[in-house]
């Protein structure tokens, strides 16, 4: 490739698409990234201007509709049980699991992330004492805590958003630890040390943006793994109370409906959470794994 | 010495399908190789001497390879022949050392079990026939106290045993051709000489033909009945090894030689390196491959590529202007303190009549330009 | 060798030591009485403290701690106040429900995962390995609580071919009819496994397929499926084996989930009984049971590695 050197913003532009051209093996982020992350932003839109939308009330049921219909015009996605829209409760239970998952994380990645930065770059006795708690942290299942912790504290949202955002903190630590470590020791945070930039400057202009990838592809995932966690202890009913809907105890509805037990069926009560369920999980399965391997300089091309 | 042709390579093309476009990585080589002699393929890396071996072989992937040409084996034709048929010859017939045994040796196998595999796929031997024919073999390839090594992981052992382990996992099922693919890169100086020494005879005794693949002129001097120098996937010159060290034609063989450092120069001797850079195989230039690095370069050699003549019997090269006697390299012609920046002067002393360097026994000569693994 | 194990013996019982420490003071944050428990809703104060002091409630944590302990090494982990079963006994009639689903979940995700992580490595990029890729990416985005009842609605509601929910047969009874009911399980459990698996196995063997002691055995005149089995598998199945330990955590968790979803009698079941009815005891019992297994098999796993690899056993 010939350096040209110019201030002409033309020629420079024209020299990259001429590259990009002729280097096929360039890295771009692809179609379904783009799919995939514009679906998570539906969600999210869709979720938060809810009560803006004509939509059914989701708590209460019309009983002048049909009880466990199918989906209909009046209906889209059919009843459930209670006489409750499907669809309106499907919108509204995004809510629980984009708050829980998004925060979940977000509290993990402030309790777990900025400490991890500070011990990994100053090392010590407690980067030692920290680094081994989090084995020991780790070496439990996670889920019977939280199981424990929800049931005698409360149903709350914002206490589940803490308490799983609490328990995703080792992991988020762990991570964080490895990647600064990596960046740590590399020349270019000495340079800026021997200018005498303070700790907390070398860590947040010379550190993180480089490991600002790993974080977000590792978040991304993080926030799905949360979204299944809620969505678990929905299930057994340890999440948000009724007649608050979450996908997790729609689904919890719907599987007790399934065995018959109540007299009826509703396999749409199982089918359209679970999908909505599968899809938002696999949207974000994919961003982050896209966003990673566009970062990830070290990707080897078969 | 039974002179039966062995292996017949006729017009052989490999190109590999890479996202950038196809390269060539061997272009239209030609050879021949009797029972019990010795073909020596010469040439830095990148020059195709490797795919060149691996593909005779027919070890080359299918996926993304393009072979054409012709490889015949005793009379059968082996190139792209499939898997099944190559591997009935695979270790029987062909064997090939390769290059870096810490590599090559399976790491969390033993050593005894790495060469008893062969032995008792191919040749049915029990387990206990297999162990003593490994045994013996370990004595061969010169192992002291094989009984204690049988056992051994090859991270256990040193660099010149785990070649000599190789050497007899080649030699187990008693092969006619062995190709030794760079058998004495990165081995200590004075190892290196003991395998070369070690494979001569183990050739003898057993009759065998070799292919010494190298970069290494001083490797192949006295240890080859005849030597193909390559660059940039093709053979440049051809010739029985005494011919070409006496008599030789093209410039690149007259740089390598040059580049290898001698005992006898006087301490502190500049290395000759060949300046410039092997051209991208992506886009073969149209003119001959070396006349960017070529001190006796002409506007010719930019525009045609010669083609590869047999000038004399058995000596063939491809120059449009090859060597004259006077410009010639002797023994000593090297000696001299001069700048590496030496293009466009030919190093003549006029004395061409000696037995090209003998280089014998030296061995462990630097790479000509940069040690990126072929 | 020796001590390398001996080194690591050490670090293991350190760690027990930590676990139960954190099991024990987790159970005692957690708000709830149990004398109410026993006694019942009814109780007057004098009663509850009649009971908080039988059961020595009132005596510092660290003391309650040793008492537990000691009682711990003797084989003792308490009762019910409810059921009045000893909890040993309560762990040994559960445990097996979750060892079995563990292991059939795990033959099936073996079973499936190796042999198309294989089939993929031989050509990677290609149809099947891109489609196997898919796949597991899409099998990821299916935890239990998604795919149990999807399968549940088809095979048991719609289908008929499996029994639904709370219809476990233990193995003594019925060998039959106990396959029959652990075959949906097993399969939502088998899913995330099979993905863990099948990623680390494939890109594993496919870096292992490039070296150079692969193109040595080639030209050795191996066959492929040799080459596959004898010379790629073993130095793969030595990254599977590394993280094998770190996934027990949460197949662990996965057996716990599967088994409420299915409304199986086993472990997880018997821990959030115990859990909303605060029996205190019991909940120690099962969690620090829990803990030293997880703790147990991430060492076993560790030993198996310096088997498999003889390089590590060096240090």
């Known amino acids: 490739m010939s350096s040209v050197v110019t201030d002409d913003l033309a020629e420079i532009k024209e020299e990259i698409a001429a590259e990009e051209a002729a280097d096929p093996t360039r890295k771009k982020l692809g179609w379904l990234f783009w799919v995939c992350a514009s679906f998570i932003v539906l969600v999210a839109l869709l979720a938060t201007f809810a009560s803006l939308l004509p939509l059914p009330n989701p708590d209460l049921g019309n009983y002048s509709s049909v009880q466990n219909g199918g989906p209909s015009w009046s209906h889209w996605l059919g009843t459930d ?34 400490p991890a930065m500070y011990s990994a770059y100053r090392r010590g006795r407690v980067d030692t004492v920290l680094n081994t708690t989090s084995y020991v942290f780790l070496a439990f299942p996670a889920i019977v805590a939280v199981i424990a912790i929800v049931s005698f504290w409360g149903h709350a949202l914002w206490k589940i958003t803490l308490i799983i955002g609490l328990f995703a903190a080792p992991l988020i630590y762990r991570i964080v630890r490895a990647s600064t470590l990596s960046y740590a020791s590399r020349d270019f945070v000495l340079a800026a040390k021997a200018l005498g930039a303070s700790d907390t400057r070398i860590l947040a202009r010379e550190i993180l943006p480089n490991i600002m990838p790993t974080i977000v592809s590792f978040g991304l995932i993080a926030v799905a793994t949360i979204i299944v966690l809620e969505g678990s202890l929905a299930f057994l009913g340890l999440s948000v109370e009724p007649p608050t809907p979450s996908w997790g105890n729609m689904l919890n509805e719907g599987a007790s409906l399934l065995t018959g037990a109540k007299g009826q069926t509703n396999p749409w009560l199982v089918i359209f959470p679970a999908t909505a369920m599968f899809l938002l999980l696999f949207c974000l399965n994919v961003v982050a794994d896209k966003l990673r391997a566009y970062f990830d300089v070290t990707e080897i091309k078969l | 010495m039974s002179g039966r042709r062995l292996l017949e390579v006729e017009d052989l093309n490999v190109s590999f399908a890479t996202s950038r476009g196809s390269l060539q990585a061997v272009q239209g080589v030609s050879l021949t190789l009797d029972q019990g002699k010795t073909l020596g393929i010469v040439g830095e890396s990148g020059s195709g001497k490797t795919v060149l071996s691996r593909a005779i072989m027919g070890l080359l992937p299918r996926a993304s390879t393009t072979q054409t040409g012709s490889v015949r084996y005793d009379g059968t034709e082996i190139l792209n022949a499939p898997n099944d048929q190559l591997r009935k010859l695979w ?41 003593e024919t490994a045994l013996s073999l370990l004595m061969q390839v010169g192992i002291p106290s094989p009984v204690e090594r049988y056992d051994a992981y090859p991270f256990q052992l040193s660099g010149g045993m785990r070649q000599r382990v190789m050497i007899a996992i080649a030699l187990a099922c008693a092969p006619r051709l062995l190709m030794a693919d760079e058998p004495t890169t990165g081995l200590d100086v004075t190892v290196q000489a003991q395998i070369l020494d070690l494979l001569g005879k183990l050739q003898h005794d057993r009759d065998m033909a070799m292919v010494l693949v190298t970069h290494d002129l ?9 030597i193909i120098v390559m660059y940039a996937g093709n053979v440049v010159e051809r010739a029985p090894t005494n011919v070409l060290f006496k008599s030789m034609a093209m410039p690149y063989t007259e740089a390598l030689l040059q580049s290898m450092p001698r005992i006898a120069d006087p301490s502190h001797t500049r290395l000759k390196a060949i300046e410039g850079r092997p051209p991208d195989l992506l886009h073969p230039p149209a003119g001959c491959p070396f006349a960017p690095r070529c001190p006796y370069v002409q506007s010719r050699c930019w525009e045609e590529k010669p083609p590869l003549v047999e000038a004399a019997p058995g000596h063939s090269y491809a120059c449009w202007y090859p060597l004259t006697a006077a410009e010639r390299p002797g023994p000593a012609s090297s000696s ?31 790479e000509p330009t940069e040690t990126v693994q072929a | 060798m020796a001590r390398y194990i001996a080194k690591r013996l050490v670090l293991l019982i350190i760690i027990i030591i930590f676990v139960s420490v954190a099991v024990f003071f987790l159970v005692h944050l957690l708000p709830g009485n149990p004398a109410i428990t026993i006694l019942g809703p009814n109780a007057t104060p004098a009663n509850v403290a009649a009971v908080n002091h039988q059961l020595g409630l009132n005596k510092p944590l660290i003391d309650q701690y040793f008492i537990w302990i000691s009682h711990v090494f003797q084989g003792n982990l308490g009762q019910s106040f409810t059921t009045h079963q000893s909890t040993t006994t309560i762990i040994a009639q559960s445990f097996p429900i979750d060892l079995e689903l563990i292991i059939f979940s795990q033959i099936i995700a073996f079973a499936i995962a190796f042999p198309m992580a294989m089939t993929s490595a031989r050509r990677p990029n290609k149809l099947f390995d891109q489609a196997s890729n898919g796949t597991t990416f899409a099998l990821l985005a299916l935890p239990p609580f998604v795919i149990a009842p999807v399968l549940v609605l088809l095979f048991a509601v719609h289908w008929h071919i499996f029994p639904g929910p709370a219809s476990y047969v233990p193995l003594t009874q019925d060998f039959w009819s106990n396959i029959h009911t652990m075959v949906l399980p097993s399969i939502v459990l088998a899913l995330g496994s099979i993905v863990v698996y099948f990623r680390l196995l494939r890109n594993d063997l496919i870096s292992t397929l490039q070296e150079d002691f692969i193109t040595m055995a080639r030209s050795k005149g191996l066959t492929d499926r040799r080459i596959m089995w004898r010379h790629a598998l073993r130095p793969s199945s030595i990254s599977l084996l590394a993280s094998a330990g770190v996934t027990i955590s949460s197949l662990i968790a996965g057996t716990f989930i599967v088994e409420l979803l299915l409304q199986m009698p086993g472990l997880g079941y018997q821990l959030i009984s115990s859990i909303n009815q605060d029996d205190y005891l019991v909940v120690q019992g099962i969690t620090l049971f829990v803990a030293v297994a997880i703790v147990l098999i991430n060492f076993i796993f560790d030993f198996l590695f310096t088997i498999v ?7």
């Open chain 2, 91 to 131: 270790s029987t017939h062909i064997a090939m050392i390769f290059q870096d045994p810490m590599t090559s040796l399976n790491p969390v196998q033993r050593i005894g079990n790495q060469i008893t595999e062969p032995l008792r796929i191919h040749l049915k031997l029990s387990k206990d026939e297999a162990k």
């Open chain 2, 336 to 366: 001299e303190p001069s700048d590496s920046s030496s293009d466009g002067s030919s190093s003549s002393d006029g004395s061409d009549g000696t037995d090209g360097s003998a280089p014998s026994g030296r061995t462990g000569q630097s």
């Open chain 1, 81 to 114: 049980d209670l006489y409750r829209d499907i669809l309106s409760r499907l919108i509204y239970g995004a809510r629980i699991s984009l708050v829980v998952g998004f925060g979940g994380a977000l509290i993990g990645l402030v309790l777990g992330g900025i």
């Open chain 2, 218 to 226: 001083g490797v192949v001097a006295t240890r080859t009945d005849e």
């Open chain 3, 309 to 315: 690899d003889p390089r590590i056993a060096r240090e």
